[in-house]
């Protein structure tokens, strides 16, 4: 499976983003999706993800940074995954990577296929 991800770019605080994985090569609704961001510095961190049919989703309810700010959803018949950011922070700033695995799990060891990552810049 080959994931492309996009959407990144340079946004203002404050601002809404929406960021879409398009995967090719396998059978997509087969697959749980996620959503993870690695920020300049950082360790890679788990963002959102949601099973085959985009039932269930789930995010880190530990996280303040995101918390109630980013919600996941798929159209498998577009074979693709958004990850919807609203009140975007300068704290947001990272490359964010889609992935995919055979279940929705917190830890990025569980997932067999990435994306190259798309770049979000949030300037203050």
């Known amino acids: 499976v080959q994931l492309q991800a996009s959407g990144g770019g340079l946004v203002q605080a404050g601002d809404s983003l929406r960021l879409s994985c398009t995967a090719s090569?396998?059978?997509?609704?087969?697959?749980?999706m996620a959503w993870f961001r690695q920020a300049p510095g950082k360790e890679r961190e788990f963002v959102a993800a949601?099973?085959?049919?985009?039932?269930?989703?789930?995010?880190?309810d530990h996280n303040d940074s995101t918390k109630g700010r980013v919600t996941i959803s798929r159209d498998n018949a577009k074979n693709t995954v958004y990850l919807q950011i609203v009140s975007l922070k300068p704290e947001d700033t990272a490359v964010y990577f889609c992935?995919?695995?055979?279940?929705?799990?917190?830890?990025?060891?569980?997932?067999?296929?990435w994306g190259q990552g798309t770049l979000v810049t949030v300037s203050s």
């Open positions: 992935a995919a695995g055979a279940n929705p799990l917190y830890g990025s060891s569980w997932y067999d296929y």
């Open positions: 090569g396998g059978t997509f609704s087969r697959y749980s």
């Open positions: 949601i099973n085959w049919s985009g039932v269930s989703t789930y995010y880190d």
